[in-house]
């Protein structure tokens, strides 16, 4: 069964730092882009960040500069640091290959960004 378990998440004052980590259950997954997802309440899950499997990375422009994507595919790891956080950064994360997959979509990990 193929799995991504994302964690790392938690609540955090603005201005503040989290890593995110995903661990994927099959190294089929070291091949393949890999991205990190969010979805804030009443929003549609967006893509944030993304990277190939050399490791070429690509970041949207809300998070560019403040967020970094990178991997380690000798452990089947994909991490998200993220550093000044906003309110807005508030939403659940996931991990998925890039275009998402229905199935391998996990339970995701809780961000919260307040004072």
């Known amino acids: 069964q193929v799995q991504l378990v994302e964690s790392g998440g938690g609540l955090v004052q603005p201005g503040g730092s989290l890593r995110l980590s995903c661990a994927a259950s099959r190294s089929l997954f070291s091949i393949l882009r890999m991205g990190w997802y969010r979805q804030a309440p009443g929003k549609q899950r967006e893509l944030v960040a993304d990277?190939?499997?050399?490791?070429?990375?690509n970041h949207v422009d809300s998070v560019k500069g403040r967020f970094t994507i990178s991997r380690d595919n000798a452990k089947n790891m994909v991490y998200l640091q993220m550093n000044g956080l906003k309110p807005e950064d508030t939403a659940v994360y996931y991990c998925?290959?890039?275009?998402?997959?229905?199935?391998?979509w996990g339970r995701g990990t809780q961000v919260t960004v307040s004072s």
């Open positions: 990277i190939t499997a050399s490791g070429t990375t």
């Open positions: 998925n290959v890039v275009p998402g997959v229905r199935s391998y």
